[in-house]
Nanobody, 123 residues
Framework: QVRLVESGGGSVQAGGSLELSCVVSGWTYRPKCMAWFRQAPGKEREWVATIDSDDTTYTANSVKDRFTISEGYTKNDVNLQMNSLKPEDTAMYYC?????????????????WGQGTQVTVSL
């Protein structure tokens, strides 16, 4: 059974940094695409960044200069380094994975999801 577990969320002041981690277990092979999405209360789920099995990364323009997605300790882990955090970054952050890279930025492109980790940024 595929399982994705996020960690690293928390509360931070504006301008601070956090690093999120996602560990994927239950795969018999490495996911082709892994991504981070976020969802604030009352808003649609928003794509943040994706990394594929060739280590090519894709990042949303809204966070491009501040967030970096990377492989974790193993090729089945993915991290999201978040710098210069703003109150508008406050959201539940979700890790997603798929065995194919059908696309990189739509929730529909990813089959497996974690439960999320909360990030709260205050002034």
């Amino acid at each position: 059974q595929v399982r994705l577990v996020e960690s690293g969320g928390g509360s931070v002041q504006a301008g601070g940094s956090l690093e999120l981690s996602c560990v994927v277990s239950g795969w018999t092979y490495r996911p082709k695409c892994m991504a981070w999405f976020r969802q604030a209360p009352g808003k649609e789920r928003e794509w943040v960044a994706t990394i594929d099995s060739d280590d090519t990364t894709y990042t949303a323009n809204s966070v491009k200069d501040r967030f970096t997605i990377s492989e974790g300790y193993t090729k089945n882990d993915v991290n999201l380094q978040m710098n210069s955090l703003k109150p508008e970054d406050t959201a539940m952050y979700y890790c997603a994975a798929d065995s194919r890279c059908r696309g990189v930025s739509s929730p529909d492109d990813f089959r497996d999801w974690g439960q999320g980790t909360q990030v709260t940024v205050s002034l």
